[in-house]
């Protein structure tokens, strides 16, 4: 399964940001939608799902929750039947791709008029990999900022030019924070990452709507 399969039930995290965004009763398209995790919390809040997973097994879990679900590579993905969605959601997915900019400028034809992508991205400015640098270090993991099937990687300033670049106007920059103090208030990590997001930020989560 892939490493990113989970729901993150962290109000701070990804995942709940992203549900709280969409809300409920809306059409969405979820990009890497994986066994469905965050698939079945939209369906419960009455969402109406299309997915897209290159992973057939984990493809095959999430139709349990998604109207319908396409096994392929986004980068190779046929036109869709569908334009009206109300949010198209890529979290942890362009980081993954070879043109990232390409798939952006061709979602725009599948969201409505007022319709939203929600994006998330790793930050690779981020206190820990500096911290690595210092001392020679650039190890790749299996899942993290430094995911070994990364392709791409973000600051702050790139994660809002790439957006910006696929023509998209961005309504709203959140982040994810990572914080070196280990028992520190959630709220208060927060707090801190929001103020110097470059530096304590590990994802970045994007709303952004087309031009």
């Known amino acids: 399964m892939p490493n990113y399969d989970f729901f993150d039930q962290n109000p701070y995290g990804i995942h709940k940001k992203a549900l709280n965004l969409v809300g409920r009763k809306k059409r969405v398209l979820e990009i890497g939608c994986a066994t469905g995790q965050l698939s079945r919390r939209l369906a419960e809040n009455e969402c109406d799902i299309i997915g897209v997973e290159v992973n057939k097994e984990s493809a095959d879990i999430a139709m349990?929750?998604?109207?319908?679900?396409?096994?392929?590579?986004?980068?190779?993905?046929?036109?869709?039947?569908?334009?009206?969605?109300?949010?198209?959601?890529?979290?942890?997915?362009?980081?993954?791709?070879?043109?990232?900019?390409?798939?952006?400028?061709?979602?725009?034809?599948?969201?409505?008029?007022?319709?939203?992508?929600?994006?998330?991205?790793?930050n690779v400015a981020n206190w820990r990999v500096r911290w690595d640098l210092i001392f020679g270090r650039f190890d790749y993991c299996e899942c993290g900022i430094l995911d070994k099937t990364h392709l791409r990687f973000f600051t702050e300033a790139s994660a809002r030019k790439i957006i910006e670049d696929a023509g998209y106007e961005i309504v709203n920059f959140d982040i994810v924070p990572t914080m070196p103090f280990l028992r520190i208030r959630a709220s208060c990590a927060y707090a801190i990452a929001k103020y110097r997001p470059n530096f304590f930020a590990r994802q970045f989560l994007i709303t952004a709507k087309p031009k």
Do not use: Q, T
């Open 64 to 122: 349990r929750y998604c109207k319908e679900v396409l096994v392929c590579d986004i980068e190779s993905m046929e036109s869709l039947e569908h334009n009206d969605f109300d949010f198209i959601l890529l979290l942890d997915v362009l980081e993954h791709l070879r043109e990232p900019v390409a798939i952006l400028v061709r979602l725009k034809e599948y969201l409505k008029r007022g319709g939203f992508i929600i994006v998330s991205l790793p």
